[in-house]
């Protein structure tokens, strides 16, 4: 289970890793099964722990987590933003039961359950050359500097959109925030390109943007539910699923009233 290193102490090994997992599952199983006992099933109780891509996560999350503690007062959410790859490796040790993500490189022992679908769209600034265009064509934008959200995976999936069409974008500048990549657009250092619709067209110092739609068969990002394979769930989370599932129409519908830039997959 462990492996010893000289002066440094221990650390676990691949199947160290596995057994601290399988313990975890089977503790949390223990105290659901005691809560679930005590309620004789008539409740859902406890402490659920998410992660969240962070692109997504501010806008829909914390409507559903009000709405699901409403629900189930016995229950608590703990909801963190994460990239990517994170994620996946917050996953994978056990940190969180569930995570909301895209389909970004999801390894093979993480189920991925998708929910909704996002094209890929352009974002620019009201007095760019292309704004007034109710479409258009990556290869028109690629003629022009890109501000790049540089975040792992991320910037891949953006560059593989363009690798598909044999293309070479002008990765201008880069940003680390949506803030930050928002402002530099708005204010004419580039366009960019997003996934998660805009809540609204303004960058945080005011100026403002306009998204267009994407022509091309470009790869959307699927969002939906991921979990270790092998793990069942706790009571807690496959209720949260279900809430999502159910209200997942309803809150992207009142937070993203264009519908060009999603559908349900559910």
């Avoid at 199947?15 to 008539?42: P, S, V, W």
Wanted: charged share 25%.
């Amino acid at each position: 289970l462990f492996a010893r290193h000289h002066a440094q102490g221990l650390s676990l090994t691949p199947a160290g890793r596995q057994f601290i997992l399988k313990a975890k599952q089977l503790l949390n199983d223990a105290e659901g099964l005691g809560r679930y006992a005590n309620t004789l099933g008539e409740d859902i109780a406890g402490t659920l722990r998410i992660v969240g891509f962070p692109t997504f996560t501010p806008m829909l999350l914390p409507s559903l987590m009000k709405k699901f503690i409403e629900t189930y007062p016995e229950a608590s959410i703990q909801c963190d933003e994460s990239h990517q790859k994170d994620i996946i490796q917050s996953l994978v040790d056990g940190r969180y039961e569930l995570a909301l993500t895209y389909d970004l490189q999801i390894p093979s022992d993480i189920e991925f359950e998708p929910i909704m679908e996002f094209p890929v769209y352009a974002v620019l600034a009201q007095d760019h050359p292309l704004a007034d265009r109710v479409e258009l064509d990556l290869k028109e934008l690629a003629e022009y500097p890109m501000v790049l959200l540089d975040w792992p995976m991320t910037r891949d999936y953006f560059f593989s959109l363009f690798l598909s069409q044999d293309l070479e974008p002008d990765f201008a500048y880069r940003a680390q925030s949506l803030g930050m990549v928002r402002g530099l657009v708005s204010n004419g250092f580039g366009y960019t390109l997003f996934n998660a619709p805009l809540v609204n067209n303004k960058a945080l110092d005011g100026s403002e943007l306009k998204a267009i739609p994407l022509t091309g068969n470009l790869r959307p990002l699927r969002l939906g539910v991921a979990k270790i394979s092998q793990f069942r769930l706790t009571p807690v989370a496959e209720a949260f699923i279900k809430l999502l599932k159910e209200r997942a129409a309803e809150l992207t519908a009142s937070v993203f009233p264009d519908k060009r830039f999603y559908r349900h997959l559910k």
